[in-house]
């Protein structure tokens, strides 16, 4: 009666043996492993099975249902697929399962490997048209911007400049400081002078820096002078209180932190009480032979925006700079501040100027804008002394042989006296006076007739 059954036993834990040392046995688990985690009733009924087929082994009462012990050993078999196959073949509805399970994971790895081997989703219509907009920006900051015929121009007023012979040229910060003096002192006296300079005239500065010369202009000697006295010699400059405190606290600045010379740096200049962007800029070019920027006056503003010379027109002669240094080459940056202050102070002047004798009235924006009926009176060619083939004056000379409007001059100071609060008249006292003088006219004319 147990042989049979022992038989049994044998047989299935011999055939279990030989798959467990099969090549095949590691796939077979790995698909198991994979249906029991993705379908856990089937795997927990599969268990149930195989938990009283062992107990009813060690039992040694046969069971009446052989078919959980068929199905094991069919399932194996299936999943190994051996060539040798000797007993039949699984029910189907475990088959069928497991093979469902099988073909479920490996549509899940195809969906995995097809989404990475994908092509990428292109870029949406926004993402493309801001790269393309950042793209055309930066191509547009490549391309420099010059205004058109400046190089012309800039002849033009080198040509009219060419004799040196404005105020600038003869009193200006470069023509104001002792030659002889040590070089701290020589800086010391340039920075000195461009305070000075800021709204006042040319000679007026000049003679200002006169009178400190002789009273000997260094660090230590202004520290010495009170308020009043420095005061007195300065005057009638421009501001001359606002400056007087300025240069004096400036002097104590450079002889407490800079050891008794200027700063050599913009930034420190700037440190200085009463010294601005232009002052700064200049004095690093005279005092120091150093090309930080461009020192940008009242002249240099107002030409610039004449001549058209910035992208669009400025508001301070700040903005002007910036505007300049943005496309002016460099090594021209010395030169064009005196270049423009000579030519404002003879040609381009604020009120009235002289576009008639202006080389650049055909490429100017702004000519004959201002004084469209002021014409330069022809003056008297002069003899060549070199020959017939010389040329004629340059328009600067002409600008200072023009005579003076006696009739304008006098207009003015009728107009001037009108301005007076105490000689103001009212329509009613001018409408007579008119006619009275109409009437003379009338008079002396009909005399005259007869």
């Known amino acids: 009666m147990l042989s049979p059954v022992r038989n049994l036993c044998v047989y299935i834990f011999t055939r279990f043996s030989e798959?467990?040392?099969?090549?095949?046995?590691?796939?077979?688990?790995?698909?198991?492993?994979?249906?029991?985690?993705?379908t856990k009733g089937e795997s927990a009924v599969n268990k149930g099975g195989i938990r009283r087929l062992r107990s009813r082994m060690a039992q040694g009462?046969?069971?009446?249902?052989?078919?959980?012990?068929?199905?094991?050993?069919?399932?194996?078999?299936?999943?190994?697929?051996?060539?040798?196959?000797?007993h039949a073949e699984a029910p189907a509805?475990?088959?069928?399962?497991c093979n469902n399970t099988t073909t479920k994971v490996k549509r899940e790895a195809v969906d995995?490997?097809?989404?990475?081997?994908?092509?990428?989703?292109?870029?949406?219509?926004?993402?493309?048209v801001e790269y393309e907009?950042?793209?055309e920006g930066a191509g547009l900051k490549r391309e420099r911007w010059e205004p058109r015929d400046w190089r012309t121009q800039l002849?033009?007023?080198?040509?009219?400049?060419?004799?040196?012979?404005?105020?600038v040229d003869q009193m200006g910060a470069e023509k104001c400081y002792d030659t002889e003096a040590p070089p701290e002192v020589r800086r010391y006296q340039v920075l000195i002078s461009l305070m000075l300079s800021s709204q006042t005239k040319d000679h007026v500065t000049a003679g200002a820096m006169q009178r400190l010369r002789e009273r000997?202009?260094?660090?230590?000697?202004?520290?010495?002078?009170?308020?009043?006295?420095?005061?007195?010699?300065i005057y009638p400059v421009g501001f001359w209180r606002t400056k007087v405190k300025y240069i004096k606290q400036a002097t104590a600045l450079i002889q407490q932190e800079f050891g008794g010379d200027i700063p050599d740096t913009v930034e420190g200049l700037m440190r200085l009480p009463g010294v601005g962007p232009k002052m700064a800029h200049l004095a690093m070019d005279i005092a120091w032979n150093q090309v930080s920027g461009i020192g940008v006056d009242t002249h240099?503003?107002?030409?610039?925006?004449?001549?058209?010379?910035?992208?669009?027109?400025?508001?301070?002669?700040?903005?002007?700079?910036?505007?300049?240094?943005?496309?002016?080459?460099?090594?021209?940056?010395?030169?064009?501040?005196?270049?423009?202050?000579?030519?404002g102070q003879q040609v381009c002047l604020p009120v009235a100027p002289l576009c008639s004798v202006c080389l650049n009235q055909h490429t100017c924006p702004s000519a004959h804008r201002s004084s469209p009926n002021k014409k330069l009176k022809s003056s008297p060619a002069k003899p060549a002394i070199n020959g017939p083939d010389d040329k004629l004056a340059s328009p600067t000379a002409l600008v200072k042989e023009e005579p003076a409007d006696s009739s304008l001059s006098q207009r003015r100071k009728n107009t001037a006296k009108q301005e007076v609060p105490g000689n103001q008249l009212t329509s009613e006292e001018v409408a007579p006076s008119l006619l009275k003088k109409r009437s003379r006219r009338k008079g002396r004319a009909g005399a005259q007739q007869t």
């Open 112 to 128: 995995k490997q097809a989404a990475l081997t994908s092509p990428r989703k292109p870029r949406r219509g926004r993402v493309k």
């Open 300 to 343: 240099v503003h107002r030409i610039s925006n004449r001549l058209g010379w910035t992208k669009k027109e400025t508001k301070t002669p700040e903005e002007t700079r910036r505007a300049l240094e943005e496309w002016l080459p460099r090594d021209l940056w010395s030169e064009i501040n005196w270049l423009l202050v000579g030519f």
């Open 61 to 86: 009462i046969k069971s009446e249902d052989d078919s959980p012990n068929v199905k094991a050993e069919d399932h194996e078999q299936s999943i190994s697929d051996a060539p040798l196959q000797t």
């Open 216 to 233: 000997e202009l260094s660090v230590d000697a202004v520290l010495k002078l009170d308020d009043e006295t420095l005061g007195k010699l």
């Open 155 to 167: 002849s033009f007023i080198r040509e009219m400049r060419s004799k040196r012979d404005a105020p």
């Open 19 to 38: 798959r467990m040392n099969s090549p095949y046995f590691t796939d077979s688990v790995a698909v198991l492993g994979t249906c029991a985690t993705e």
């Open 133 to 135: 907009e950042e793209e």
């Open 93 to 97: 509805e475990t088959v069928s399962s």
